[in-house]
């Protein structure tokens, strides 16, 4: 029945809504290659990411109106980009006015021999200082895909940081020597904490939070749980919520099959697994997500807006105390590939769209 309810969460959408309150997208910046990653800085200032390795100020102009400043930011550590490899999430300290720091996720090393890398770096408007390591993932792995690459805040102050399964071997996700397949935790410092739930077991990494992730895509944290999205391969994509030590299956059950059409288990659930909140099958293909509960849309208060890739949308999930309830499609109109969906410090939304002219769109209401 759980299953049977998942099913309907995902297949009951409104194509279109007479309830959503009316909006209008407006371009913010365009001529992107495929922007991955947007944070919102004091002063109305943007930072967005470019797989390709570059980070971008977007900064009211002279009129008050929002531009791309034309010259990338400075002090960007070498990227590797190839594949699905690339620069991935920036995200903003929670000290920021006094510290001016930023955080940054990107493929590390060769296409022989590579990592997942977060760095901390001070941003002083126009370049990065003290670029400083806090985290590369164990071991390197030798294929450019599954890098996950999403970070997050909690609120302990300590951050929380995907890492995919290499699709190379999946089973890794079930392995505790190794942060393939894992969401993993550091503090702002890029050290252990001491609570992590695997942190006195002989031969597991202690950054492991949680485990059996194959690819995750978005990490929010709403009224202090945090939730996950990853990406399955034909189907079972999962809206999760994360527990310390909570093993969410994969490679040993999931809703999806391989892209060869084989069968990757028979096993939809286990004992000692978390299932998901939601399966999307046939795969929407996740990206980024954000919650959105302010004043400018009321009609899409209490929801997580998930990017879609492969739908070409994004899903607004209305939770009331953690259950998702009947979905809602959004922005199809646009027929683009959203990488991230934020909600911005006005509760205006900001759409990444994927592709080598990638653009930052803002949804505004269309006021009477």
Sequence with gaps: MRYFLFWVFSVCVAMASAHAASYRVVTVASGLDHPWSLAFLPGGRLLVTERVGRLRLIEPGSDGQLQLRAEPVAGVPPVLATGQAGLFDVIVHPDFAANGQVLLS???GTSEANHLRVVRARFDGTELLDVTPLLTTQPAKAD????????????????????????????????LNTHLGKLLRITADGQVPRDNPFVNQAGARPEIFSIGHRNPQALVVVDGV??????????GDELNRIAPGANYGWPLVTGGIDYTFARITPFRSLPGLTPPLVDWTPSIAPAGMAWYDAALFPQWRGSLLVAALKERSVRRV???????????????????RIRDVRTGPDGAVYLLTDSPTGRVLRVEPVTP
């Design 106 to 108: 990107f493929a590390h």
């Design 226 to 235: 945090l939730y996950a999205h990853e990406h399955g391969a034909r189907g």
């Design 318 to 336: 209305p939770l009331a105390n953690g259950v998702p309830g009947p979905q809602e499609l959004l922005f199809g109109e646009l027929g683009e």
């Design 144 to 175: 450019s895909q599954h890098f996950g690459g999403r970070m997050a805040w909690l609120p302990d102050g300590t951050l929380v940081v995907g890492m995919g399964d290499g699709n190379l071997d999946r089973t890794d996700a079930q392995r």
